[in-house]
């Protein structure tokens, strides 16, 4: 009997060793990709991991994806391993695969932050760098208050009488909007889309060509934690309803797979999602990317801890106690501790990677 709480990791370190024991135990093939951008908080060397399931050539693949926002691959590459260890590639019919790649931002995971080695937010990384930026108003009127001089109770204070009124003209959601929704003007703020494709963009797209340069169908479910009641998994379909792959996410998922842009979801609307590198990178195949946000705790406490790692990284001492208790929160904040909160997660997951099996067989 498989313990699914057994199958999520307090670090990185512990999730890749578990990660590649599962993968090679159930008869997957696995690449591991270097990041020679940074080193891990022990000096120890980073890595993204794939591993591969099925014929080569297989029609339909399953693509499993962890880590997109760093410290969320805890829960990520549970599920994954979860997947692995509890017989999932066995259930594979025979013309399809399963591509799971663990920890696509290894520097996040490790770090316990969202973003990558370069301060960027992966989910707001794949716009096209040659073309202007999409401008970001709201983050503009707060970005002060973001990133604050010290980390001190006034300080925390004078940020939120600036929130407060920003959400008293515009609402709360707008506020929501304007400090996750992306922004390309301060490299040292929030929720970054960077200035360049990132190590993991570059990456995920060779990656993309060459195990699934072959395929028909691709089903894409890339794990995330942060929004939404505790433990429940939102499916959401970030694409823009009117393209091709909405409609059919839907009749995969139901109707209860949200639209940032149709006002369903938890999430405000985001531009350059790592999930849109696979249409981009398989223009023959149908690719039908969803993401599943898992609840953790209140938006407000979730992107607290966020400011506050960031404020740690450029401007506190990650030697401090204070930076442990940063990091502490961070952690809780996408990975409650305890067992319900894993479980409710695989049983979602499993759930989920089920309805996008019956959708690449076309029942
Ligand atoms: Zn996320």
Redesign the pocket.
């Known amino acids: 009997m498989v313990s699914i709480p057994a199958c999520f990791s307090e670090t990185y370190a512990e999730a890749r060793a578990k990660f590649c024991r599962a993968a090679a135990e159930a008869g997957g093939s696995i690449r591991s990709w270097f990041n020679p951008n940074a080193p891990g908080p022990d000096g120890e060397r980073l890595y993204l991991d794939t591993a591969r399931f099925g014929p080569a050539d297989a029609e339909n693949v399953l693509v499993l994806i962890s880590s997109?926002?760093g410290v969320?691959g805890h829960c990520g590459s549970g599920a994954q391993i979860a997947w692995l260890t509890t017989g999932g590639p066995g259930t594979l019919p025979k013309d399809t695969g399963a591509l799971i790649v663990h920890a696509i931002n290894p520097y996040g995971f490790a770090w316990t932050r969202r973003v990558n080695e370069d301060n960027v937010d992966l989910?707001r990384n794949f716009v096209d760098h040659d073309k202007a930026y999409p401008r970001n108003e709201g983050y503009l009127a707060i970005a002060e208050a973001v990133l604050p001089q010290d980390w001190s109770d006034e300080s925390k204070a004078e940020t939120q009488r600036m929130f407060d009124s920003y959400a008293q003209k515009h609402g709360a959601f707008a506020l929501q909007g304007a400090i996750s929704g992306g922004q390309y003007t301060h490299p040292d703020g929030i929720f970054f889309g960077g200035a360049k494709a990132t190590w993991s963009n570059r990456t995920i797209r060779q990656i993309a060509r060459e195990e699934l340069g072959r395929a028909r169908r691709v089903a894409v479910i890339d794990f995330?934690?942060?929004l939404g009641p505790f433990g429940h998994g939102e499916l959401i379909c970030a694409v823009p309803p009117s393209s091709k792959s909405f409609p059919r996410a839907r009749a995969w998922y139901g109707d209860e797979l949200t639209s940032p842009e149709g006002g369903t979801s938890t999430s405000a609307i985001v531009v350059g999602i790592m999930t849109d590198a696979f249409p981009q990178e398989l223009p023959d195949a149908e690719v039908t990317p969803v993401a599943i946000e898992y609840g953790t705790y209140s938006v407000p406490e979730v992107l607290g801890a966020v400011r506050a790692d960031n404020w740690l990284h450029h401007r506190g001492d990650l030697n401090s106690a204070l930076a442990r208790e940063i990091k502490a929160d961070m952690k809780e904040r996408f990975f409650p501790a305890g067992d319900k909160w894993r479980e409710m997660v695989w049983s979602r997951a499993d759930q989920t990677i089920g309805w996008a099996l019956k959708g690449l067989a076309g029942r």
């Open positions: 997109t926002h969320e989910n995330h934690t942060g």
